[in-house]
């Protein structure tokens, strides 16, 4: 995947950045919250276990859920 050697290239495990992972398609998914590994070596096998979801690109549900589900502070 691109955001693991994103991720992992530009060392973004500083302790202070929090990651969290969803895929989207006909319906979304999500793979992991904010803050739920604390090593890099637990969010990059994260990152290199989600799946390709087949279906249409549905951007706008996408963005919903994260917005609602993965930056809710409550």
Excluded: H, W
């Excluded at 090593?39 to 989600?50: E, F, L, P, Q, Y």
């Amino acid at each position: 995947f691109v955001c693991a050697y994103v991720y992992v290239s530009t060392g973004l495990f500083t302790g202070s950045v929090q990651i969290a992972a969803l895929v989207y398609s006909t319906e979304v998914e999500i793979q992991f919250r904010l803050n739920q590994f604390k090593t890099k070596a637990d969010v990059i096998d994260a990152i290199d276990k989600i799946p390709y979801i087949y279906g249409s690109t549905n951007t706008a549900d996408g963005l919903e859920s994260m917005r609602t589900d993965l930056f809710n502070f409550r």
